[in-house]
């Protein structure tokens, strides 16, 4: 069983930075693609960034491209999300997500999801 649990969520004024940390457990996790998507109220999950096993290609939704820096330690099992210049339209759940497949396909689909965590970035 794999688990994959989120933290450094929080609130946050326009400009500022964040951290989000993935941690994941219970398979090799160097074997695992993974990839951050978030979904605001009363809109659907979208993809945020993705980050290959070997951590030599990333993927970024134009909205982030500039601010949003995916990586990755295998030797720690965890995947960062460093967010800067944070706007109030990034406002949403951040959920990290673990892929396992011979086709890697960033877009998806995942196979393992974390619970969430939350940020809010106030104007």
């Known amino acids: 069983q794999v688990q994959l649990v989120e933290s450094g969520g929080g609130l946050v004024q326009a400009g500022g930075s964040l951290r989000l940390s993935c941690a994941v457990s219970?398979?090799?996790?160097?074997?695992?693609?993974m990839g951050w998507f978030r979904q605001a109220p009363g809109k659907e999950r979208e993809f945020v960034v993705a980050i290959s096993w070997s951590g030599g290609s990333t993927y970024y939704a134009d909205s982030v491209k500039g601010r949003f820096t995916i990586s990755r330690d295998n030797a720690k099992n965890t995947v960062y999300l460093q967010m800067n210049s944070l706007k109030p339209e990034d406002t949403a759940v951040y959920y990290c997500?673990?892929?396992?497949?011979?086709?890697?396909?960033?877009?998806?689909?995942?196979?393992?999801w974390g619970q969430g965590t939350q940020v809010t970035v106030s104007s």
């Open positions: 219970g398979r090799t996790f160097r074997n695992y693609a």
């Open positions: 997500a673990a892929q396992l497949r011979i086709s890697y396909d960033p877009f998806g689909p995942y196979d393992y």
